[in-house]
């Protein structure tokens, strides 16, 4: 069974700082990895998605990269600003027309 | 382009009553997800649709929960009896399904309390 585990659960950084967001999960057959930011009292917002065969997804100051045989992802925020501050989601789809799977979350406090 | 369209937004209800939620997907999205969301948690599939078929309903407590979509667009979820346990968000999410890359899309969400 495909288990999806983020660390850590929460995270404080001062303005300005570069930072690294894990997930880890159990199986590495997958199909696609999504990140997801999540506001207080929100939906989910789609940050990057990246299909099996990549190893990396850029946008703007977020990159997400992906490493299956580890079963490993990690997103990777520049220049962090108090606006970043929201809990980050993981979530795995293990095939094509299967549901995400999700970890629990960081959630990063970004302080001015 | 419209979002996922979910309500109401907020509910609160006393334990053993009912509910429903509506969730109106994006345009052309032929597979609708429902998940619960328990605070702290990360969300939960209740139950997965492409068109007006049910893909994946393994983790639906049906003694209590039910989904329909008729027509293959709009769904409602409802829960009856309610249990404490089920104040939680829930969460509705679409994406075209079929072979596409399969990125998801949710709505804001539903958030139910039981007293």
């Known amino acids: 069974k495909q288990e999806v585990t983020q660390i850590p659960a929460a995270l404080s950084v001062p303005e300005g700082e570069n930072l690294v967001l894990n997930c880890s999960f159990t199986?590495?057959?997958?199909?696609?990895l999504q990140w997801f930011r999540q506001d207080p009292g929100k939906g989910l917002t789609s940050l990057l998605l990246i299909q099996s065969s990549q190893r990396e997804q850029t946008s703007g100051r977020l990159n997400a990269s992906l490493d299956k045989s580890s079963g490993r992802s990690t997103l990777y925020i520049a220049a962090s600003q108090p606006g970043d501050s929201a809990t980050y989601l993981c979530a795995v789809k293990i095939q094509a027309g299967t549901a995400l799977i999700f970890g629990k979350g960081t959630t990063l406090s970004v302080s001015s | 382009e419209a979002g996922v369209a979910q309500s109401p937004r907020y509910k609160i209800i006393e334990k053993r009553q009912s509910v429903a939620f509506w969730c109106n997907p994006i345009?052309?999205?032929?597979?609708l997800y429902w998940y619960q969301q328990i605070l702290g948690q990360g969300p939960k599939l209740l139950i997965q649709?492409?068109?007006?078929?049910?893909?994946?309903d393994s983790q639906l407590p049906k003694d209590r929960f039910s989904a329909e979509r008729l027509k293959g667009v709009d769904s409602t979820l409802k829960i009856q009896p309610a249990k404490l346990e089920d104040s939680a968000v829930y969460l509705c999410a679409s994406s075209l399904g079929g072979s596409d890359f399969g990125e998801l899309f949710f709505g804001e969400g539903s958030r139910l309390t039981v007293l």
């Open positions: 649709f492409q068109n007006n078929g049910v893909v994946d």
């Open positions: 345009s052309g999205h032929a597979t």
């Open positions: 199986d590495s057959a997958i199909y696609n």
